[in-house]
């Protein structure tokens, strides 16, 4: 079958339902528990820690919106690493990004099971079994991105405006509790001081806070099926960076000012050796902020548990979609549904191993440690850093590969920026990185691994398809017909 012969989605996301997907993949759970244990940490540094964070969060989305506004295709991170990096990179950029949502899927959801059974036990109610919560979840959202994107991005924008009415609640609540000596010392320092030697921990809370602004990239995955894609993805980037970066800054600042240090801590001693309170927000303000706001906080987090589900079902499906149209993965991912026009067999491709997964979490947890959850999320922000590095590349690139493209994108970075802008993330996606799996370098080891089979499967695929007769690298160099529109000449 030709590349061009498969059946494309013709449903299309509006500005608003895109908004919805990006900012909620972009804050999620992690805004409700992240600067919790980043400022049991590193105390009153987080404040600067999270402005630190905008730096190279600005990087990534220059980068996304120059290679989204240049090339709107479906399963962009693929597409970008095939088309201007090489072939091998384009099958990097759909394995691993498999590899690290099937671990975020099932962080998300783990997590999602631990917040509903702290608020049944305020409430006086039995614990839920963790994975029926997990099936519970990662259930619906596969039905619903199974039947359609249209009714996903309505409940994402539902569950959105909860999430964020919920950081809000917090916030505002907040404000009469602040108190201006709870800022300084930013960097306490000396023998006995609490938080003494607190740059370690203020360099991982500018990654950590950083991790979350990775969910811009979603974006880039859905261009096929967002409304006037060109002019759409900048705006949406545009948009979605301003709420996430005022929530998240207004977040910070709000536990920092109204939280005491001592709350932040299972033993109430602050210090660098001290166990991060569990719970979140919600738990964190217990005894200071009303408890109808700490519940409806903690209903929030659950809700935004829940809206980084629905995008990863949504977005990455497309990617994985994408790869099989060029065959470069078997080409039964690139079916679409005659009726409900979904990427339905993308969808479980995702959704079926961490539903599998789920009730074996406890022996994880005696493989990797009691900080299973920790150890998923390196292998998420492994991935995610690869494929930003890739990206990286592929911006270099894109001048030159595609000229016209380049030429001819409404936002057109300047030569001298986007150089910057593409050194900078290859940059901050390796050093990150490192920062990042030294605290579970098995997980890394698992990453490492996978891009070590990804790279057999090319190979084997490549001998496989040219006894056939078939160049697979030559079908990974080109855009597909239906993706040349206003690309000119160069496509």
Known sequence: MSADDYKLIDEQVGLWGAVALLVGTALGM?????????????????????????????????????????????????????????????MI????????????????ALGFSEYLNGILDSLGMGAVPPFLAVW????????????????VTKVQIGLV????????????????????????PVFPSGEGEPFEGTFRPFILAVVTLYIPFQGFGMIIEIG?????????????LGIGMAIVTVLSIAIVFALVGAIPLENLTVSGEIGVNEEPVEGGLAAVGEGILPAPILLFVGFAALLAAATTVNT???????????????????????KVHDRYNTPH?????????????????????AITGPDFLDWLVVVVVSGIFIAFAVGGVALWNLPKVFPQRYEHSIYKLPMPVLRVVAVGNVVVSTLFTLLVVSSAPSAFGVVLLWMVLSAALYFYRIRAYEKKGIDLKSRMALLHKHEQVGGGSDD
């Open 30 to 90: 992690s805004i409700f528990i992240v600067p919790t244990q980043m400022a049991a940490a590193a105390g009153p540094s987080i404040t600067v820690a999270i402005l630190a964070s905008i730096v190279p969060m600005i990087l990534g989305v220059l980068l996304l919106l120059q290679l989204g506004g240049a090339i709107p295709v479906a399963g962009g991170i693929y597409v970008y690493g095939s088309r201007l990096v090489g072939p091998f990179w384009g």
């Open 93 to 108: 950029g759909v394995t691993v990004p498999v590899l690290a949502v099937w671990s975020y899927l099932l962080f998300a």
């Open 136 to 151: 519970f979840l990662l259930g619906l959202f596969l039905v619903l991105n199974y039947v359609g994107v249209q009714i």
């Open 161 to 184: 405006l909860v999430l964020i009415a919920g950081m809000l609640a917090f916030v505002l609540s907040s404000v009469p509790h602040v108190d201006p000596a709870n800022y300084t």
């Open 224 to 236: 096929e099926e967002l409304e006037n894609p060109v002019e759409n993805i900048p705006r949406v």
């Open 312 to 334: 990863l079902f949504t977005s990455y499906s497309r990617t994985v979609m994408r790869a099989a149209r060029d065959e470069v993965v078997p080409d039964v991912f690139a």
């Open 345 to 365: 067999r993308a969808i479980l491709l995702f959704a079926v191993p961490p539903i599998v997964a789920a009730p074996l979490a406890p022996y994880f947890d």
